[in-house]
């Protein structure tokens, strides 16, 4: 899900500034090459667009970002396009840091996070590859043995361990953003009279839309509210992460994003936030989500789901296991269905 959101989330964001990006990223840019590498000088960034200032080489580097990113929400060869994917994110947001609206941030991040992740075992080409060569009985046998069995389980179980440490750090990240952005407002004097909103509200730079702002603002009593709710539910998100209390947490959050999103005009903050709290959903909810697809399909009549009556599709990719816990091959075979 984080990488299918974040991979269209960017890949959106590139085609919407395409008009505009020389000016944001390209030679022509007010934030120019060298006050760029200045900048590098201080900070330590670095950015693949600063390797040339010509043009050509630059919308060669825009023509691969756009591609980088589709292959990256499909899931074509993830291990390495997950690396590319962010190369590009790191150098975009590096070569103009000030350019975009904060949402790059927490794209940077986490970018840099999925890397370590198997992002790319569900819902991608690679997963469908694996499933046609699990159903064409071509998979390695799990109990095969020697050196290179051993260093396959070796690499299994590193990947696992990286796996588990990157969707960690992933949830310990938006934890610590939620907490910290709590604290931070519990100290300001606007967010304890519940006022904040009122002065947010009427910031010209964040109105695309003005009469809907006015009118929002005409209902004080609701604003109040709506600010003590904010720094309640954000402070309050670390700590109900392991009781049901997070479903209408993660629904009011939900709820914040999309009117962050469209009455101050911030679509690629609100999307990488959104996109952020859907790593605290259980599998349960996918697959559920799954299931409605495929029901869904069905009723349409795009797939052949009637060709084969009886079969399901696996909810996960058939997985080798240790050589005692071999399962029957009438097993494997019939939990690969159709797609």
């Not at 050509?56 to 396009?81: D, I, K, N, P, S």
Request: glycine share 10%; net charge positive.
């Amino acid at each position: 899900m984080l990488r299918i959101g974040y991979g269209l989330l960017y890949l959106v964001f590139l085609l919407r500034e395409f008009p505009h990006r020389d000016e944001m990223w390209g030679p022509g840019s007010p934030w120019t090459p060298e006050l760029a590498r200045l900048m590098y000088d201080q900070s330590g960034w670095g950015s693949v667009l600063m390797l040339s200032d010509s043009r050509g080489y630059f919308e060669v580097c825009y023509a691969v970002a756009l591609v980088t990113c589709a292959l990256f929400v499909v899931g074509w060869r993830t291990r390495a396009v997950s690396v590319l994917f962010a190369v590009v994110v790191v150098s975009f947001h590096a070569r103009a840091i000030y350019m975009a609206d904060g949402g790059d941030n927490l794209m940077v991040l986490m970018a840099v996070y999925l890397v370590f992740t198997a992002c790319g075992r569900r819902w991608s080409f690679d997963a469908r590859k694996t499933r046609l060569k699990a159903a064409a009985g071509r998979t390695a046998d799990p109990r095969g043995s020697g050196l290179r069995h051993q260093l396959g389980d070796a690499g299994s179980i590193l990947t696992t361990v990286l796996h588990n440490c990157g969707m960690f750090v992933i949830a310990a990240q938006v934890c610590f953003l939620y907490g910290c952005a709590g604290l931070y407002k519990v100290q300001g004097r606007k967010w304890a009279d519940g006022t904040a909103l009122h002065y947010v509200l009427n910031i010209d730079l964040f109105r695309p839309w003005p009469e809907l702002s006015q009118v929002i603002d005409g209902h004080h009593v609701l604003l109040t509210v709506v600010g003590y709710m904010t720094v309640l539910v954000q402070v309050a998100f670390p700590f109900v992460l392991f009781s049901r209390l997070k479903y209408p947490v993660l629904i009011l959050l939900l709820g914040m994003h999309v009117n962050i999103a469209v009455l101050m005009g911030l679509p690629l903050f609100s999307g990488a936030m959104i996109v952020a709290d859907a790593v605290f959903l259980p599998d349960r909810f996918y697959r559920a989500v799954g299931r409605l697809w495929r029901r869904t399909v069905r009723r349409a009549g795009v797939t052949g789901a009637d060709a084969c009556p009886g079969a399901t599709p696996a909810a996960v990719p058939l997985q080798p296991g240790p050589a005692g816990d071999a399962q029957p091959s009438g097993r494997s075979r019939s939990s690969q269905g159709p797609r």
